[in-house]
């Protein structure tokens, strides 16, 4: 109920977690809109049947198609960017670029265009590197 009729973007929305999420954000009627450098869903992927989702094709460091993404939402999920601990190994200053810039693009977006909205930015346990005891609990 709490995203019902609410007008939600997600970043990365085609990624891993990112359509997972707005699978779920559809399944409880949410207003959806889709930040993606991957695009176009090809007709046989599972991206292609979101039905009424609104998609911005475009990367996440380029402020046009943020600033059209970003314009009246009241919620954004940001998980546009690159991760693993591989390919920031392999490309660190590209992994910088991607992930500090395109968040600070779309913050930008935000301050200028919409500063009323809400940005929810997760992470993983991966920023505390590696577990010394496995299950890792919550707490730490």
């Known amino acids: 109920m709490t995203y019902s009729k609410r007008r939600v973007l997600v970043t990365g929305g085609l990624g891993f977690m990112g359509f997972n ?8 009627g949410a207003n959806l809109s889709v ?12 991206e292609s049947t979101l039905e009424g989702v609104a998609f ?5 460091r380029d402020p046009v198609v943020v600033d059209e993404a970003v314009e009246g939402c009241e ?4 998980l546009a960017g690159k ?9 660190p200053q590209d992994d910088l670029d991607v992930n500090s810039r395109g968040t600070l693009t779309l913050l930008d977006s935000c301050r200028r265009l919409n500063p009323g909205v809400k940005v929810v930015f997760p992470s993983s346990r991966l ?14």
Not at 21 to 28: D, G, I, N, P, T
Not at 35 to 46: A, D, K, Q
Not at 56 to 60: H, N, T, V, Y
Not at 127 to 140: C, F
Request: hydrophobic fraction near 45%; avoid cysteine; charged fraction near 15%.
């Open 21 to 28: 999420l707005v699978r779920a954000l559809e399944a409880v």
């Open 56 to 60: 911005f094709k475009g990367d996440i």
């Open 35 to 46: 930040l993606s450098l991957s695009w176009p869903p090809l007709p046989e992927s599972v």
């Open 83 to 91: 991760s693993g601990s591989v390919a920031s190994n392999h490309s």
């Open 127 to 140: 920023v505390y590197g590696h577990a010394s005891r496995l299950p890792v609990a919550e707490g730490t």
């Open 75 to 78: 919620l954004i999920f940001h």
